[in-house]
């Protein structure tokens, strides 16, 4: 066997970890995300207002070059690190200019991993220079510098500008080749969002397509749904901005249904996924949608407007333009900044109400449509009002939340009683960890359907507190990564435990499937010897602890907890919330058949039968204190 000691730790230094782990850092799928970091640096300059010319050519021999008329990658040293500001941009994860506001108003790449990216995931990438009247040079192998930063030539001094040229290593993708459609598309899209830029993007055939807008919201949404009916004709086009904020939409819908443009932008940088600036949309559009049928009294006994109706059918492109994005991942598919969502929902309400009291024919046929699919949606739902629980509703009112905004650092404990709960609130880490005390068993929900199980209060409140829906496998509104059920543990405990497992395997398997579900594992015994004092999870825990401590002088005193209400803040704390002493078992379905079908023999009623039989054929081995 190998021995595991200090020597035995790999740290990965400069581009090995990009080398290492590419999927962490990249899309893999092909070198199209290579591209959009390159042209996305190009693109700040433009934001800064220093560029105005973009160039992208696909050569034959499988290269991607990128040239802008920007300012040009600094070539002078820097003075803490002794390399050029070039070498240093390429070949270390987080450096770059970006990361306070003196160099760039706006930029998307706040990580300063974009471009070193394409260096450690290219088998040559050379950069040409202009700047200062001087042409510079540099290259690049695998992430290494094989041709130092070396003058070739002048150039006039008011010419600056950038061209990088960067040949993808094959085997880091899954296809070594770009694909053209989508660059296309992204560079098209740079050009609609940032008036005045010109794109060009010459392939390896030699066609060349050409993009500048002059007004580009209006005539990118005019193409994209050219043939559709659209409610209004001319988009619902505004723009507002703050300190921090520049925003841009246009926003229309589409009467009859078709494939509605749906588009977001961070920085010209796209956001597949949506995040805070989308919902920002969302929530504005609605809020003056209802304030407008409310005081128009366009709203039928019983209809009340969600952000599902107004969204069915709708087709937008949002541009938000901000300082220091914070995207979730390194591909900066979804926006996660916080404060966008406000500055957005603020700016779209104002201009929206404006635009429905102006255009009230139009506002009134828009209303019709939304009031529709609130009818749709009504017929089809159950008797069972159910609650929605990622359009925002407030939090519990019992719930002791964390401080921190990183879902991925909080932690939920479902607390058995609220005198548990007491304790295990002034145990937690008031940053951390979140307490939702529950009163007594909560509802079987084995046989209950998804979308009828939020009629127990229970239930709904650890759904609002997840910020999940039952049934759904979207995780991206979850509150909190891991999930710790808290239970005694005598055989009471083991039953709430039980009922909440199911709950989650049943009605949120996505929660379990990807690892946040925990079943916290409280000591029975306390163990006291003098100063020492140890902890026993059970009977036999108890036995092995005693037994090593009758060689010792002293009678050892022990004590049963009866439930987690009978242990202080500080003993809850130590073996129950502590991350370094605690004990957690993660919920996993390693057998998925069996375990649902065991589950099922467990707590579906039908079952009632099998149950009894297997209790009289086992009951003999059961071993339970009262």
Request: charged share 25%; aromatic share 6%; proline share 5%.
């Given at each position: 066997?190998s021995?595991?000691?200090a ?9 090995e ?30 934001l800064?207002g220093y ?8 050569l ?6 990128v ?5 040009g ?15 240093l941009?390429?070949t270390?994860l ?7 506001n003196?160099?760039?108003r706006?930029?998307g ?16 990438l ?20 094989i ?17 990088v040229?960067f040949?993808?290593e ?35 055939s ?10 580009g ?6 193409q ?7 409610l ?11 300190d921090?904020?520049?925003?841009d939409?246009?926003?229309?819908w589409?009467?009859?249904g ?10 010209l ?11 920002g949309?969302?929530?504005?559009l609605l809020d ?5 049928c409310?005081?128009?009294?366009l709203?039928?006994?019983?209809i009340?407007?969600t952000?599902?109706?107004?969204w ?6 949002l ?21 966008v ?31 529709s ?7 089809a739902?159950?008797?069972?009002a ?16 964390c401080?921190s ?14 005198s ?17 005390p ?24 650890i759904?609002?507190?997840?910020g999940l ?27 709430i ?17 990807r690892g ?5 594992m409280?000591?029975?015994?306390r163990i ?31 004590q ?8 202080n803040?500080l ?27 065991l ?28």
């Open positions: 066997m021995q595991y000691s020597s035995s730790i790999e740290v990965l230094s400069g581009l970890p990009v080398r290492k782990r590419p999927g962490m850092y990249t899309d893999t799928s092909r070198p199209n995300h290579l591209v959009q970091e390159v042209v996305d640096n190009s693109v700040d300059e433009a800064a560029a105005h010319d973009i160039t992208v050519r696909l034959p021999d499988g290269a991607i070059e040239t802008d008329d920007g300012r990658m600094p070539t002078d040293i820097h003075p803490e690190h002794g390399v050029s500001g070039i070498e941009i390429l270390r987080h450096a770059g200019g970006k990361f306070s003196d160099n760039y706006f930029s790449g706040l990580h300063g991993v974009g471009v070193s990216v394409v260096n450690a995931l290219s088998e040559r050379e950069v040409e220079v202009c700047r200062g009247g001087k042409r510079f040079a540099i290259a690049f192998a695998k992430g290494e510098c041709e130092p930063l070396r003058e070739i030539g002048t150039c006039p001094k008011k010419r600056t500008g950038t061209v040229r040949w993808p094959a085997s880091y993708f899954d296809s070594p080749k770009v694909s053209v459609s989508r660059l296309r598309h992204l560079l098209r899209a740079k050009a609609v969002l940032c008036p005045g830029l010109k794109v060009t993007l010459e392939d390896a030699g066609a060349t397509d050409v993009w500048q807008f002059a007004d919201l209006k005539d990118y949404m005019a994209a749904l050219d043939g559709y009916e659209l209004p004709p001319t988009p619902f086009m505004g723009h507002t901005e703050d921090e904020h520049h925003v939409w246009a926003v229309q589409l009467p009859e078709g494939e509605a443009l749906q588009e977001s932008y961070v920085n940088i796209p956001t597949p996924q949506g995040g805070t600036h989308v919902n949309l969302r929530s504005g003056a949608l209802k304030e407008f409310e005081y128009r009294s709203l039928p006994k019983g009340k407007l952000g599902d109706d107004l069915e059918r709708v087709a937008f492109v541009s938000v333009k901000m300082n220091d994005p914070q995207f979730a991942g390194q591909t900066k598919e979804r926006l996660s900044s916080r404060g969502a406000n500055a957005v929902s603020t700016g779209v309400k104002d201009a929206f109400s404006l635009w429905l009291n102006t255009h009230t024919a139009e506002a009134e046929a828009l209303a019709e449509l939304v009031i699919a609130a009818q749709k949606r009504l017929r739902s159950k008797k069972v159910r609650k929605k629980v990622t359009q925002g509703p407030a939090l519990p009112g019992k719930l002791a939340d401080s905004q990183d879902p991925a650092q909080c932690e939920l404990f479902l607390v058995e009683g609220d548990a709960g007491g304790s295990a609130k002034q145990a937690r880490s008031r940053e951390t960890q979140a307490i939702l529950l009163r007594g068993k909560i509802l079987n929900t084995w046989e209950v359907d998804s979308q009828d199980v939020l009629a127990s209060q229970e239930i709904h409140d759904a609002v507190a997840l829906d039952p049934g759904s496998d979207d995780l991206t509104r979850l509150r909190y990564h891991r999930v710790c059920i808290l239970a005694d543990a005598d055989s009471d405990g083991l039953h435990a039980t009922l909440l497992c199911a709950l989650f395997v049943r009605h949120f398997p996505a929660l379990v499937r946040h579900v925990h079943v916290a409280p000591p029975l015994y006291d010897l003098g100063k020492e004092v140890h902890y026993a999870l059970d009977e036999s825990e108890r036995d092995v602890i005693l037994k090593k401590l009758a060689r010792r002088k002293g009678t050892p005193n022990v049963r907890f009866k439930g987690l209400g009978e242990m803040p003993q809850l704390r130590e073996t129950t919330m502590a991350a370094d002493t605690r004990r957690l078992v993660q919920l996993t379905l390693e057998a998925p058949s069996e375990t649902m079908g589950m099922d023999r467990l707590l579906a009623k039908k079952r009632a039968s099998d149950r009894r039989h297997w209790l009289e054929e086992n009951g003999n081995m059961a071993d339970i204190e009262v």
